[in-house]
C-alpha cells in the first residue's frame, strides 16, 4: 500500500554459480534455489494483490521475469544455476495460466552474455595468451568462441528494451512467452 499503485512487476537476480554437479553440495543448491528460483516467488506473491487491483481498475498488469538462456540451454559446469533457472522458466508458464483469469500477464526474458561487471572483471582477471586483447577485442573473442551470431556480447539496454516491451501494453497479447536476448546464442543448442 505504501508504493501505490503498481501495473508491473519485474524479476531480476543476477549471476550464477559455476560447479558441476559432483562439486556442487546442498548448501550451494539451497543457496542458488534462494537466490534465483525464490527470488522469484517471492516478490510476485507479495505483489499479486495490488497487480489483480491494478488489473481490475485498468484492464492490464504484467510480471516479467528476467531470466538466463541456461533455463533452455544448461551448461555441466552451471548445473544449479541452470536448474534453478529451468524452474523459472517454467513458472513463468504456470503463472501466466493461473494469472490470466486477472488478466495479469506474465513473461520472460532469456538473456544470453551481455556487458556487465560480471565479465569485466573476468577480462581484468585474465591471463595467458588474451593479455594483450583490449575489451572489445576480448568480448568479440568471447562471442566468436562462444559462436554468437551477431559476433558481439550484448548490451544492457537491449535486454532492457525486451523487459520494457513486455511490461507495458506494447505486448497486451502477450502472456506465457519468453524472449530471446541472446544474439543468436540460442541458434547453436
Known amino acids: 500500500e505504501k508504493l501505490g499503485a503498481v501495473s508491473m512487476l519485474v524479476n531480476n537476480a ?17 543457496e542458488e534455489l534462494r537466490l534465483k528460483f525464490f527470488s522469484v516467488i517471492y516478490p510476485t506473491r507479495a505483489f499479486q494483490p495490488q497487480l489483480q487491483r491494478m488489473s481490475a481498475a485498468h484492464g492490464e498488469a504484467a510480471v516479467v521475469c528476467v531470466n538466463s538462456l541456461l533455463a533452455i540451454q544448461p551448461e555441466p559446469h552451471m548445473v544449479a544455476t541452470s536448474a534453478a533457472r529451468a ?6 508458464r504456470s503463472l501466466a495460466t493461473e494469472f490470466a483469469t486477472h488478466k495479469i500477464r506474465v513473461n520472460g526474458i532469456l538473456i544470453g552474455l551481455v556487458e556487465s561487471g560480471q ?26 568462441k ?3 551470431q551477431l559476433g558481439r556480447l550484448g548490451h544492457p539496454q537491449e535486454a532492457a528494451r525486451a523487459i520494457v516491451f513486455l511490461a507495458t501494453p506494447l505486448s497486451s497479447y502477450t502472456t506465457g512467452s519468453h524472449i530471446d536476448v541472446s544474439g543468436g546464442l540460442s541458434r547453436h543448442a
Not at 524452474?87 to 513463468?92: A, C, M, P, T
Not at 591471463?127 to 576480448?138: F, I, K, N, P, R
Open 146 to 148: 562462444k559462436n554468437i
Open 14 to 30: 543476477g549471476q550464477g554459480r559455476v560447479s558441476t554437479f559432483a562439486d556442487t553440495e546442498d548448501a550451494a543448491w539451497t
Open 119 to 144: 565479465w569485466r572483471r573476468r577480462y581484468e582477471a585474465r591471463t595467458g595468451a588474451d593479455l594483450d586483447l583490449s575489451w572489445e577485442q576480448w568480448t568479440q573473442a568471447l562471442a566468436q
Open 87 to 92: 524452474g523459472i522458466h517454467n513458472l513463468v
